[in-house]
T-cell receptor, first 118, second 112 residues
Framework: GAVVSQHPSWVICKSGTSVKIECRSL??????MFWYRQFPKQSLMLMAT?????????EQGVEKDKFLINHASLTLSTLTVTSAHPEDSSFYIC??????????????FGEGSRLTVL | GEDVEQSLFLSVREGDSSVINCTYT??????LYWYKQEPGAGLQLLTY?????DMKQDQRLTVLLNKKDKHLSLRIADTQTGDSAIYFC????????????FGRGTQLTVWP
C-alpha cells in the first residue's frame, strides 16, 4: 500500500545549526503534503501545508523563516529547521494524500522525525 | 479551549470493550478520523466516518457520530494488549486537501 517515508528518523544537533527533514511519498504522487509538530503528550499541531511547485502555506504563529519548506517534486517535501534551538526539539510528522484518490482518500503519515537540539 | 477535545487516559482489562470519546467544535467538518500512534511511531489511520453518517463498523471498531452534539466515539471490542497506544481524534473542518486538526490523544492502557 501507499507509504510515506521520513528521513532521518531521529537527529541530534547543536544549537545554531540547521537540520533538514525529508518526507517522501513512495508509490503515489502528492501535490500537497502537510507538516505537523508534536510535543510530548500533546496533540499534533499543523505547521504548514506544502504545495508542489509553489510556496508553502503556514499556520498562524509558525515562523516561515524558521521552518523552511520546499516541495520541489510530486514525491518529496523537505522541512528545514534553521538555526535550531532547544525549544525546537520535537517530533515532526509529515502526511500526504494520493492526489488521485479524491476527497476522503486516505491520508498517509510518515513515521516521524525526532529532533533533539542540544 | 481546544477545538478537538479528548480525555487523556483510559485503562481497560483485556477482553473488555474500550470507548474513547471526542468532541469537536467545527460544524463544517466533512470527515472525522481516528488514528492510532504507538510509542515513537507515526500515525496509523484506524477508521474514518463521513459527517452525514451516524455509525460505522469495521471489525472490532465501531465509530459513533452525533453531529448535533459534535460528539464522536470509538469503541474497540474485545480489547487486546496490542491495542495499547495513543488514539487521536481528528477533523478536517471541511478541508478537501487533507489538513487535519487533532485532539491531544487518549492514552489507552490494556491490562492483561
Amino acid at each position: 500500500g501507499a507509504v510515506v517515508s521520513q528521513h532521518p528518523s531521529w537527529v541530534i544537533c547543536k544549537s545554531g545549526t540547521s537540520v533538514k527533514i525529508e518526507c517522501r511519498s513512495l508509490d503515489f504522487q502528492a501535490t500537497t503534503m502537510f507538516w505537523y509538530r508534536q510535543f510530548p503528550k500533546q496533540s499534533l499541531m499543523l505547521m504548514a501545508t506544502s504545495n508542489e511547485g509553489s510556496k508553502a502555506t503556514y499556520e498562524q504563529g509558525v515562523e516561515k523563516d524558521k521552518f523552511l519548506i520546499n516541495h520541489a517534486s510530486l514525491t518529496l517535501s523537505t522541512l528545514t529547521v534553521t538555526s535550531a534551538h532547544p525549544e525546537d526539539s520535537s517530533f515532526y510528522i509529515c502526511s500526504a494524500r494520493d492526489g488521485l484518490a479524491g476527497v476522503g482518500g486516505e491520508l498517509f503519515f510518515g513515521e516521524g522525525s525526532r529532533l533533539t537540539v542540544l | 479551549g481546544e477545538d478537538v477535545e479528548q480525555s487523556l487516559f483510559l485503562s481497560v482489562r483485556e477482553g473488555d470493550s474500550s470507548v474513547i470519546n471526542c468532541t469537536y467544535t467545527d460544524s463544517s467538518s466533512t470527515y472525522l478520523y481516528w488514528y492510532k500512534q504507538e510509542p515513537g511511531a507515526g500515525l496509523q489511520l484506524l477508521t474514518y466516518i463521513f459527517s452525514n453518517m451516524d455509525m460505522k463498523q469495521d471489525q472490532r471498531l465501531t465509530v459513533l457520530l452525533n453531529k448535533k452534539d459534535k460528539h464522536l466515539s470509538l469503541r474497540i471490542a474485545d480489547t487486546q494488549t496490542g491495542d495499547s497506544a495513543i488514539y487521536f481524534c481528528a477533523d478536517d473542518r471541511g478541508s478537501t486537501l487533507g489538513r487535519l486538526y487533532f485532539g491531544r490523544g487518549t492514552q489507552l492502557t490494556v491490562w492483561p
